[in-house]
């Protein structure tokens, strides 16, 4: 008799490991905002290290060189421009 005392909070508790180990895991999409959710854009943020405000300072100061051009152009000239200034 003293067996099954020991025998069921045994049972449970391997129920209840069982139940948690075994859940569908949350597969969480890191955070890119909408704006550089591109493929250049990922790329700029990549070589920036997720630094999100230089990414947006840099395609800015491309803008105002360059009014006329597009913000796919403008990402463009700012990764070439990080390229070259790390060789």
Same mark, same amino acid.
């Given at each position: %008799?003293?067996?099954?005392?020991?025998?069921?909070?045994?049972?449970? !508790?391997? !129920?209840?490991?069982?139940?948690?180990?075994?859940?569908?895991?949350?597969?969480?999409?890191?955070?890119?905002?909408?704006?550089? +959710?591109?493929?250049?854009?990922?790329?700029?943020?990549?070589? !920036?290290?997720?630094?999100?405000?230089?990414?947006?300072? %840099?395609?800015? /100061?491309?803008?105002?060189?360059?009014?006329?051009? +597009?913000? /796919?152009?403008?990402?463009?000239?700012?990764?070439?421009?990080?390229?070259? +200034?790390?060789?």
């Amino acid at each position: %008799m003293a067996y099954v005392f020991l025998l069921v909070p045994l049972i449970v !508790l391997l !129920l209840v490991w069982y139940l948690l180990s075994n859940r569908p895991r949350k597969v969480t999409k890191p955070l890119i905002p909408e704006e550089f +959710d591109t493929g250049r854009g990922r790329r700029l943020l990549v070589l !920036l290290k997720g630094n999100v405000p230089s990414a947006k300072r %840099m395609i800015e /100061e491309t803008r105002s060189k360059h009014p006329g051009k +597009d913000r /796919e152009w403008c990402i463009g000239q700012a990764i070439a421009e990080i390229e070259r +200034d790390r060789k």
